[in-house]
């Protein structure tokens, strides 16, 4: 199985990431900004033709609006330096067919989606990573249920 | 004197209204209390009720945030001294998130959740019934119902499983489990599990029984009119402002102050 993650991330303001940047701040957090995307993990069988998933991504309306999303793939299905990922903790199914806001995508076998959160110093770069990790311990992951993947 | 009760309102919260009626119609004075208002009025109340909405638009997760808000300093002291403590739906969430309920790990570090239906993650509003399933006196909260009470009410939520580990669902079984979906006669079985639940659980209970909380909402099943019309069709208005099962348990509630 081979897996391909997309971010599609908001073009206008991000009313949870204030939201997670303030509550952050007021439990002792220290940073000064918060970069929040959404993550979407495929995996196809290893023969599959994957190059127009992408296009396919675009008609999916529950999770890209184009006047308001901007969609990209990524190089590689995990975080990137600096950057965590929220998700269930559940195992994704493999399926026949995976359906997502009623749009069939070809070829995909598994889907997941995780929230990928960045902490941000005042200068704009990424907080050490001992500061992200207490966000995600006093916020942003209930271990209950859900897994933090870090790079 | 009747006792004081209040219902905390998140931003987002919008069950505040039919929680209050509920409770007034169970005999305790009502007071709405915005969740940044932590004066001394609020903290004086001899209990709490936490209602059903999306308390900050569930960002982050349900009740992620609420859990953090200076309202929640008031319960948490509050449930800490005993005071009753319910939380309904949403409000539910936020005692999980809280770690209040069950209550096995430090405060605001919870080791349970009501996470995402299966499947899906779809939101289910549907009605259904919830079984006690602890002896009542275990809890003030739960002394006035009868053994194995059912009890109507509604399901209105999108997370409402209850996921844990497989050691705290086994303490959870064990010690916390109050109430577990059902069909009406009180049968439990997966058909009944409206969300894939974890032990088919309706609503957990903490350790001293002073802390309730609750998936499904008892207050929309309160009078005949709000129960299912084709179930008690209701003939003559004053048949339809007749109680309904729902408000047994709001009533219990309430008698925890005697």
């Excluded at chain 1, 902490?119 to 704009?124: E, K, Q, T």
């Excluded at chain 2, 409770?23 to 209990?47: H, I, M, N, P």
């Excluded at chain 2, 048949?239 to 729902?246: R, T, Y």
């Amino acid at each position: 199985m081979i897996e391909h993650a997309f971010e599609i991330r908001l073009a206008i303001p991000d009313n949870e990431a204030y939201t997670a940047l303030a509550t952050l701040q007021r439990l002792g957090v220290a940073c000064a900004g918060i970069a929040r995307t959404d993550i979407h993990v495929f995996g196809f069988d290893d023969d599959a033709n994957t190059s127009d998933l992408e296009t396919q991504l675009k008609t999916v309306a529950t999770i890209f609006n184009p006047n308001k999303h901007r969609l990209r793939a990524r190089e590689e299905p995990r975080p990137n330096a600096g950057e965590v990922w929220i998700s269930s903790a559940d195992v994704p199914a493999v399926h026949e067919r995976v359906t997502i806001g009623g749009v069939e995508l070809r070829g995909v076998r598994t889907a997941w989606r995780a929230t990928s959160w960045r902490l941000l110093d005042s200068g704009g770069k990424d907080v050490p990573e001992p500061i992200l990790d207490q966000a995600v311990e006093t916020l942003l992951c209930n271990p209950a249920f859900q897994r933090a993947i870090k790079p | 004197m009747k006792p004081k009760v209040v219902v905390f309102v998140f931003p987002g919260t919008n069950s505040e209204d039919e929680t209050k009626r509920a409770l007034e119609a169970s005999g305790v004075d009502v007071a709405l209390v915005r969740s940044d208002d932590t004066t001394d009025a609020a903290k004086k109340a001899d209990g709490y009720v936490l209602p059903g909405g999306f308390a900050h638009e569930d960002r982050i997760r349900a009740g992620a945030v609420a859990a953090h808000d200076r309202a929640m300093d008031v319960v948490i002291e509050a449930a800490e001294k005993g005071k009753p403590v319910l939380g309904i739906c949403n409000g539910a969430q936020v005692l999980l998130e809280s770690g209040l309920v069950p209550g096995t790990s430090q405060v605001r570090r919870p080791s349970a959740a009501f996470a995402p239906n299966i499947p899906g993650g779809r939101f289910r509003c549907v009605h259904i019934y919830m079984r006690l399933l602890i002896a009542p006196a275990r809890s003030a909260l739960l002394a006035a119902l009868p053994e194995d009470a059912v009890i109507p009410a509604w399901v209105a939520h999108g997370e409402g499983r209850l996921a844990a580990s497989f050691d705290e669902l086994a303490h959870v079984e064990r010690e916390h489990l109050a109430f577990v979906y059902s069909d009406a006669n009180g049968d439990v079985n997966p058909q009944a599990v409206p969300n894939g639940s974890a032990l088919g659980a309706a609503g957990l209970i903490n350790k001293a029984g002073n802390v309730l909380a609750i998936m499904p909402h008892p207050e929309r099943d309160a009078w005949t009119f709000m129960h299912r019309y084709d179930l008690v069709p209701a003939k003559t208005a004053h048949e339809a402002l007749q109680p309904s099962g729902g408000i047994a348990l709001i009533q219990s509630f309430a008698k925890a102050f005697v």
